[in-house]
């Protein structure tokens, strides 16, 4: 059995959408907390909501998990305005307070693959993947982006329809896969 994929290579837009979506939700109030709703809505002004995240970052108390989710935040709102690098960086440092946090993998594999670097999104999408996730259904159909532009187009085909099993109905995922056909 072999499995080709029919139609164009990805689009860079509108396909990732799963990628930049997973926030962790902060416990009590505050900036910390503010900048977790700014990063759930998606509605707010670039400087204004990265301060909000960076201020609680310099001045709030907050516990580990508190501050790497704050990380994972800042990260998600510097990774949607295209501020890769420093996404990534929250992510690291998210990591580094709580090796357990999936979201931060996921994260880190969406900038990866927003930056074009499809094999350096593998790692942490396979461990996201490895921590159960809560957006666990991004991780598969992330790394089936990353895998289908590394070469693994079998792969690719089965994290796609992971996700979709994941989630069913999923568009994104429907799309994806209707673009292959399994031949024997």
Request: charged share 25%.
């Amino acid at each position: 059995m072999s499995i080709y994929r029919l139609g164009s290579m990805l689009a860079a837009a509108g396909l990732f959408t799963a990628a930049a979506s997973a926030q962790v939700f902060v416990v009590g109030g505050g900036l910390a907390k503010e900048c977790f709703d700014e990063a759930k809505s998606g509605k707010y002004i670039y400087r204004l909501a990265e301060e909000t995240c960076s201020q609680a970052l310099r001045e709030e108390t907050m516990s580990r998990e508190n501050r790497a989710a704050t990380y994972v935040n800042r990260g998600v709102i510097r990774m949607r305005e295209g501020q890769y690098d420093g996404a990534l960086s929250d992510y690291s440092r998210a990591v580094d307070l709580k090796p357990e946090l999936g979201a931060a993998y996921l994260n880190e594999g969406a900038a990866h693959i927003y930056r074009k670097d499809f094999a350096a999104a593998l790692s942490p999408l396979n461990r996201a993947i490895e921590l159960d996730s809560t957006d666990i259904f991004a991780a598969y159909y992330n790394r089936a982006i990353a895998r289908e532009q590394t070469g693994d187009v079998s792969g690719a085909y089965y994290d796609f329809q992971k996700a979709l099993e994941l989630k069913p109905g999923w568009e994104l995922a429907e799309r994806q896969l209707s673009r292959f056909t399994i031949k024997q």
